[in-house]
């Protein structure tokens, strides 16, 4: 045993410390219990005013945090019968000191953030609870409104496709349920308005991130990008695809062999090589050489030619590492929708950046939609690090901690069941060949459906999920599938997925949402039958009430239900997620892996080991391996993973802080040009700085090297103005800038004079928006380029992104000075526009114009 581990067993981990302090202040509620169910419902409601004007008095939530919770859980007991266990107030406090609550499924995580909410709502600055999708975004909204409307306080809800006065109302509620995409997204429009008017969200306050672990780590990979149309280039994805597919391949990961057992050299042969494990694709010499001879010229790196290299690139990832049932589907549409990799769903609406998702549709030979410049973005890191507090709550975070603590300085505190943990783990079972495992799968399902037991299969894929159901199919095994392909049912799939003699086949059950109860979920059924809240929705419920407690009964003898899984994923925490499943508030079940040496994760990671155990122990193709080193060389390979993972998500937040500080300035500067109703102090802090940059630039220290012809010709370019009087006579570049200073600066007040204040307001902070906005976006575009040539600084011993950092000031300065230098050109070149000349219509006889030209005129 580690000392470490000596340790905590004497006293205590530091997860027990804190939920050792935090039970005393449960029993301080569960004293408060009997005088809270001696309100009446008014003077409970009114509970809420009463905490307000106590704020308002000088006390903290921490102050009524007791008193808060207490009132919240006898609410919920009233209004839906579920009395908050003790494990959920401990909850509930965890994610009000801004920590992470890991939970097990089924432990009432919605319910137990309903504390939390309710406490930081009393402030009226707002609560958001972020979700992974719309339909979990809605429910919980809908499922909690009650408990919030008796204590006086309003919900909204933000999901797709809304319009801004309905967005904007659920901002203003005190508590704000939605995605973490909707609310990234509403940030970024809400920095690209023309009027504050436009603009939905309120302050960043407080966030609840409900799977935090999928959003704030699986989803952070991918930055949200708000994009516009740009230059096209379509035709270039159709030609590349055609390219590769005349291309050979080399394995890093294989190595190719003669006759004579003799390892043939990969440049005898290869055009690319691809390196599945870190996922990249590299042409090499013989690559290129073919590739010019393909498409006719001489060196493709010519600067004529370069941009063709990001085709190519984009290409050979779209053919190699971009499965078709894996990583996206093609929908009726003849789209290409991505298949979120965690979570199995489509990401409608969202596309693979920097033209990957244009040469995925080159590969699949579809229309290819027009390529995209960024307009604006944010990483979800940086998003969510700018909420006063942020807490969130998950099944399985512990693994991540250190990730958690680094980038968002959250700790996570794991809550003890309300029911011990019955569902027995089963070693994983490895067999040589995919062929094998399925056969086994198939054997083992057979086995449960006979028995009743009721099985979750977990796999990693659409493909996979229809491979395994034709199997099904063909031994007669009733089942349900849900993939991406089939979400539509998904809250009725996974709600009856305990019930007797039930097969439910799964691709990816992170952040489901729906509990799986043994027997099955009444509700589910008698909805479909009936309206909710009508006598007869309450008979049908009786009905099916005693329908599944009747069948929770015959799954109870049969041992629960089963989680089998056909492969490991990369991140333990999926497959932990998948297991958490079974189990549920004291609920017996079972879990089981089963895997080949064919498996993605084994053959890439430490799969020869156990292939070369097996052979040493002659085992048969389709003969199982159980052991405990076969689990812990999986468990193994899966820390490799998630820490390259984990360096991977920091070098992208390491990148982007940088671009953050850039976002910050840049938004700020905007906001004061929305918000600022005389930005004649902002111009005139744009003339100064331009007036610094043109001496700077255009005059010597040496007085006696003076010579103004070019400042006189940048002046006349950008201005249309001559050299300012009195400049000769200047002792030196202070008074230089003075006299240009002044100048400016007396033009600029002619202008105003010369429009008019109000008209001239108006046209001065449109022009200040758009040219903010167009130098922004050309700064976006510059920093991505600088970011993809950057890492060849690492060939010179030089850390890249110290090197981004140095050479993005340069980025930014060129911007700022881009945007003073341009802002005050077109606002001192304003003229106003000459009245029309009256023009007097003749009346012209078409008679008398030649037939050509009035066949012309008609």
């Not at 801004?98 to 319910?111: D, F, H, S, V």
């Amino acid at each position: 045993m580690k000392v470490i581990d000596i340790i905590n067993k004497i006293f205590g981990t530091s997860d027990e410390k804190i939920i050792k302090k935090m039970r005393k202040d449960v029993e301080k509620i569960n004293a408060l219990e009997p005088s809270m169910e001696a309100l009446t419902d008014a003077e409970l409601g009114n509970k809420t005013n009463e905490f307000k004007e106590r704020l308002a008095k000088g006390e903290t939530l921490d102050d009524l945090l007791i008193e808060a919770f207490a009132v919240v859980r006898e609410t919920a007991k009233r209004l839906t019968g579920m009395r908050i266990y003790d494990v959920q107030l401990i909850g509930g406090m965890i994610i009000h000191s801004g920590r992470i609550a890991e939970m097990k499924t089924g432990e009432g995580k919605t319910l137990m953030s309903t504390l939390a909410i309710y406490l930081n709502a009393l402030t009226g600055k707002g609560v958001h609870v972020v979700t992974v999708n719309d339909y979990l975004a809605k429910r919980d909204r809908d499922t909690m409104a009650e408990i919030y409307e008796f204590l006086g306080l309003t919900s909204g809800v933000i999901i797709a496709n809304l319009d801004n006065n309905t967005r904007r109302a659920a901002y203003n509620s005190d508590i704000t349920y939605g995605t973490n995409n909707e609310f990234g997204f509403d940030y970024l429009r809400d920095n690209m308005v023309h009027d504050p008017s436009e603009k939905v969200q309120r302050e960043h306050n407080y966030a609840i991130v409900d799977e935090i672990d999928s959003i704030l780590i699986d989803e952070a990979r991918t930055p949200l990008i708000i994009s516009g149309p740009a230059e096209e280039t379509t035709h270039w994805y159709d030609v590349f695809a055609n390219v590769v597919l005349r291309l050979n391949r080399s394995y890093k990961t294989e190595e190719i062999k003669d006759k004579k057992n003799t390892v043939i050299p990969d440049e005898d042969w290869e055009d690319y090589e691809v390196d599945e494990k870190a996922r990249t694709v590299t042409i090499t010499d013989k690559g290129i050489g073919n590739v010019e001879k393909i498409l006719g010229i001489d060196n493709l790196y010519a600067p004529e030619y370069v941009e063709l290299t990001h085709f190519l690139s984009q290409a050979l990832k779209a053919k190699e590492l971009f499965k078709r049932d894996r990583d996206y589907i093609i929908n009726e549409k003849d789209e290409v929708i991505i298949v979120d990799e965690f979570t199995g769903r489509l990401m409608d609406g969202r596309r693979y950046s920097d033209g990957l998702h244009q040469a995925i549709e080159a590969k699949e030979h579809i229309k290819v939609a027009g390529e995209n410049q960024t307009l604006a973005t944010i990483t979800l890191q940086n998003y969510f690090r700018m909420y006063n507090k942020l807490s969130g709550m998950t099944g399985t975070a512990k693994t991540e901690e250190e990730e958690f603590k680094q980038i968002y300085k959250l700790g996570v505190v794991v809550v003890p069941t309300n029911r011990p943990v019955q569902r027995i783990d089963m070693p994983d079972v490895v067999y040589q060949t995919t062929r094998a495992k399925h056969k086994a799968i198939v054997r083992k399902i057979i086995e449960l459906f006979e028995k009743g037991q009721p099985v979750l299969v977990g796999t990693a894929s659409i493909e996979h999920s229809e491979l395994l159901s034709n199997y099904l199919k063909k031994a007669g095994i009733k089942h349900e599938v849900l993939n991406a392909k089939n979400h539509a049912r998904e809250a009725d799939i996974v709600a009856q997925a305990g019930r007797f003699k039930t097969v439910t086949i799964a691709t990816n059950m992170a952040g489901r949402g729906t509990d799986i109860k043994l027997g099955g979920d009444p509700e589910s059924f008698a909805v479909k039958i009936a309206e909710k809240g009508t006598p007869e929705y309450a008979e049908v419920l009786k009905t099916y009430e005693k329908d599944c407690a009747e069948n929770k009964q015959k799954v109870l003898d049969a041992g629960g239900l089963f989680i089998l899984g056909t492969e490991r994923h990369e991140s333990r925490r999926i497959d932990n997620q998948l297991r958490g499943r079974a189990g549920r508030q004291g609920d017996p079940g079972a879990s089981e892996f089963y895997l080949s040496l064919e498996d993605d994760l084994m053959r890439l990671f430490g799969g020869d080991r156990i292939k070369s155990m097996m052979s040493a122990l002659k085992i048969d193709e389709d003969e199982e391996l159980r052991h405990k080193r076969v689990s812990k060389a999986v468990e193994n390979a899966q820390k490799r993973i998630e820490s390259r993972n984990f360096s991977t998500r920091k070098n992208l937040i390491e990148y982007d802080d940088v671009n953050n500080m850039q976002r910050e300035v840049i938004y700020k500067q905007r906001n004061q040009v929305l918000y600022n109703e005389n930005l004649r102090e902002l111009i005139y802090d744009m003339l100064d700085n331009s007036a610094v940059e043109l001496i700077d630039t255009y005059v010597s220290d040496n007085k006696s090297e003076w010579q103004f012809d070019d400042l006189e010709s940048r002046l006349n370019e950008v201005y249309a103005i001559s050299l300012p009087q009195g400049l000769e006579n200047a002792k030196n570049k202070d008074e230089l800038y003075d006299i240009l200073y002044n100048n400016l600066k007396a033009i600029y007040d002619n202008k105003v004079q010369e429009i008019g204040e109000e008209q001239f307001s108006k046209i001065e902070r449109y022009i200040m928006l758009e040219v903010l906005d167009q130098k922004w976006r050309q700064n976006l575009k510059d920093l991505t380029e600088l970011r993809e040539g950057i890492n060849l600084q690492s060939y010179g011993q030089k850390n890249p992104v110290n090197e981004y950092k140095i050479a993005s000031t340069d980025v930014y300065n060129d911007m700022i000075d881009g945007i003073n230098r341009e802002t005050t050109a077109f606002l001192l070149k304003l003229k106003l526009r000459e009245p029309e000349p009256e023009i007097i219509e003749e009346e012209i006889e078409i008679e008398e114009i030649p037939k050509s030209r009035r066949e012309e005129l008609e």
